[in-house]
């Protein structure tokens, strides 16, 4: 039985930073085989640089994935090409967006391949992305096989679950930074979560400052979302699966404060 560590997304350098303190023990603690974090708002303000993907590297990450804010910074453009453990949502379309939505780690004696995608309900409107996971799939060629779907809708994410359902190993929603409590191993063997959660500033407006996040909702004027101060958590999930199946018997949320 292997060991699987998804970090929901990380928020900023205080994110990075509690990150890299809090991971290692998490890691030792479980017996993590591999580790995949969420990192598309890890840059301050949001997006993610070559600094905060470093950072997330050299926390612990094994795969770093990403969501709407993948190409906010255009910095991070050449790292996307050029590492292939940085992904993007593999429904953008053809063309234009730089790295790949699905890379595949070696681990000697069996594979795991991870895949980023992203919804289309109250997104941008990237190609459908149930047409997408099929399309991947038939290209994949190990049973162990990892997703972080990256959606507004709770509606959408359900349904991508049960879509995949018997089909991956695991099932990760992420975006809206707070972490439910619907986490399940489907009938097949399928893990599941509609969002893992966020790793930042826990007094805040998914990782905003309180007062910025209230007064835009109050006074409806642009400003800009400064990520908030004070103590940090760190949420996501962690899997237990069958490496030669490709199916999972265990799943728990994880809150570290």
């Known amino acids: 039985m292997k060991k699987l560590l998804f970090i929901g997304d990380v928020v900023g350098k205080a994110g990075c930073d509690f990150l890299r303190r809090k991971i290692h023990g998490v890691k030792q603690l479980y017996g993590i085989d591999v580790t995949i974090v969420n990192g598309e708002n890890s840059a301050q303000g949001n997006g993610i640089t070559p600094d905060s993907a470093d950072m997330l590297f050299s926390a612990g990450a094994d795969v770093v994935t990403t969501g709407n804010h993948a190409f906010r910074r255009r910095e991070s453009y050449p790292v996307f090409e050029s590492n292939q453990f940085l992904i993007r949502p593999a429904n953008y379309p053809e063309g234009a967006a730089p790295g ?52 507004e809708a709770t509606s959408e994410k ?3 679950g049960y879509f995949l359902e018997g089909r991956v190993t695991g099932v990760f929603g992420t975006h809206t930074h707070v972490q ?51 103590d940090c958590f760190m949420c996501g999930v962690y899997v237990e699966f069958d490496e030669k199946t490709g199916k999972s018997h265990k799943i728990e949320r994880l809150i570290i404060r």
């Not at 109250?122 to 047409?131: C, S």
């Not at 489907?186 to 309180?210: F, H, K, N, Q």
Request: hydrophobic share 40%.
């Open 158 to 160: 359900k349904s991508m």
């Open 100 to 151: 790949k939505g699905v890379c595949l780690l070696d681990m000697g004696a069996y594979s795991i391949a991870v895949v980023n995608l992203m919804g289309t309900v109250y997104l941008d409107p990237l190609d459908n992305p149930f047409t997408i996971a099929d399309q991947i799939l038939d290209e994949i060629d190990t049973p162990n096989i990892f997703v972080d779907f990256h959606a």
């Open 180 to 230: 439910t409590s619907d986490e399940t191993i489907l009938p097949g063997g399928t893990a599941y979560i509609t969002d893992a959660g966020m790793t930042g500033p826990e007094r805040s407006c998914l990782g905003v400052d309180v007062k910025t996040a209230v007064d835009r909702f109050r006074f409806r004027m642009p400003s800009r979302f400064n990520v908030a101060e004070g």
